[in-house]
């Protein structure tokens, strides 16, 4: 069981917006702004999508963006695009320089 | 452009010791850095497995703690990752990423392609 709790799967059809939310605790999301999302597509290694809650890092495009309220991330996609389908996961810094991810969420363009 | 590759046996006997390797190019470990190994268990999520600093200091995930040790070799630009008594449960593609922040190991900005370790007899 992941110490993070994302949804198992979102869907949304070309061009439209969605949202993967990501639920921790006071003890990690809730008490650093250290929350980083990453991007998977099959059988490849995790990208780095969003770090630091809501900065991007070079060459990742401005249709995505993080934020945070309280216990819970949320990484948002505008304008979806077919290559956008993958799987996300949430990460929290844990305090002790430990970390801790979510489950996953497949995000599937229909 | 910095590099990582990941190596070691594809195959390990239940109760034995996983042991890989991650070769570093385009950059000296030496240089400064946090380095680290995540685990992702077929058709399952990532699970953060450690870090180290350039300078030997480890960090491990409280639930592996008793079983991982991470070193680096400067010498070698690389780092390694041992579990013990291993277990099927931990049959995973195993990757190694660099720390993107040289204050605090938050995030993984390059990663490895991953090799996948099976535990069987």
């Known amino acids: 069981q992941s110490a993070l709790t994302q949804p198992a799967s979102v869907s949304g059809s070309p061009g439209q917006s969605i949202t993967i939310s990501c639920t921790g605790t006071s003890s990690d999301v809730g008490s650093y702004n250290l929350v980083s999302w990453y991007q998977q597509h099959p059988g490849k290694a995790p990208k780095l999508m969003i770090y630091?809650?809501?900065k991007r890092p070079s060459g990742v495009s401005n249709r995505f963006s993080g934020s945070k309220s309280g216990n819970t991330a949320s990484l948002t996609i505008s304008g979806l695009q077919a290559e956008d389908e993958a799987d996300y996961y949430c990460c929290s810094y844990a305090g002790s320089s430990t970390l801790e991810f979510g489950g996953g969420t497949k995000l599937t363009v229909l | 452009q910095v590099q990582l590759q990941e190596s070691g046996p594809g195959l390990v006997k239940p109760s034995e010791t996983l042991s890989l390797t991650c070769a570093v190019s385009g950059y000296s470990i030496s240089s400064g850095y946090y380095w680290g190994w995540i685990r992702q268990p077929p058709g399952k999520g990532l699970e953060w497995i450690g870090s180290i600093y350039h300078s030997g200091s480890t960090y491990y995930n409280p639930s592996l703690k008793s079983r991982v040790t991470i070193s680096v070799d400067t010498s070698k630009n690389q780092f390694s990752l041992k579990l013990s008594s291993v277990t099927a449960a931990d049959t995973a593609v195993y990757y190694c990423?660099?720390?993107?922040?040289?204050?605090?190991?938050?995030?993984?900005?390059?990663w490895g392609q991953g090799t996948l370790v099976t535990v069987s007899s």
């Open positions: 990423a660099r720390v993107r922040s040289i204050v605090v190991v938050a995030d993984f900005d390059y």
């Open positions: 630091e809650v809501s």
